[in-house]
């Protein structure tokens, strides 16, 4: 059987920031009770006080508070953060003969090691980043295989991450998360185990990167 508590914390995740705003205080909890009650009360098969549900909230809040100290913790954790600017995004679809062709610049590449390239695979796509000083070689080794669609102009930032993040629960949310408040349009994101790197138009880095420094240098 689901507990009263269990009922609430599902009714208040399905919200993605609500319990962010709990947690800075932008919420009024009883007003936010009274809301949830009906639907509390129904999945329950009773009638529950919106006293209980107040204080199950707030034992939430005390927990969600503990999680984002250890969250802001790691965020000013972050290492290098490296700027590239003048790259070019390729999406093909996957293809037996795309394959084969893939090698070729794969090859060429090897000769050029001021030049860079990123290469992601999905089930039906790939996509292929490279910097603007590649790409006559890259168009001319896959000129045979039409593009789904090709974007220029753009920029990659790629972010140190803290050894610790694959233990840390929320810091893709937060990162990611905060970005996405400013505003900033991601094309891309890549990732390693401890490098995160997001590919957007050249004309918002500065405005990423300001918030990404601004994570760094936090002392809340």
Known sequence: MISIKTHIENELKKEPFLLENINNGL??????????????????????????????????EIQEINKTRILKKQLRKIGDITVR?????????????????????????????KGFHTLSKGINETTI????????????????????????????????LPKENTQTTGLYYSLLGIIAYKGINLVEVISTTNELTIILKEQQVSTALETLMSLKKSKS
Not at 33 to 44: H, N
Not at 49 to 58: D, L, R
């Open 85 to 113: 600017s003048g790259l070019i995004d390729y999406n093909f679809n996957n293809s037996a003969e795309f394959e084969k062709l893939k090698s070729k610049f794969n090859i060429s590449l090897l000769t050029n090691t």
């Open 129 to 160: 980043i490279i910097s603007e000083n590649l790409k006559a070689i890259f168009e001319k080794k896959l000129k045979d295989i039409p593009y789904r669609t090709k974007t220029e102009n753009l920029a990659s930032i790629t972010i140190e």
């Open 27 to 60: 919420i009024n909890i009883s007003s936010l009770a009274r809301k949830i009650e009906p639907k509390i009360s129904e999945l329950v098969g009773r009638k529950i006080n919106t006293n209980a549900i107040v204080m199950s909230i707030k034992r939430m």
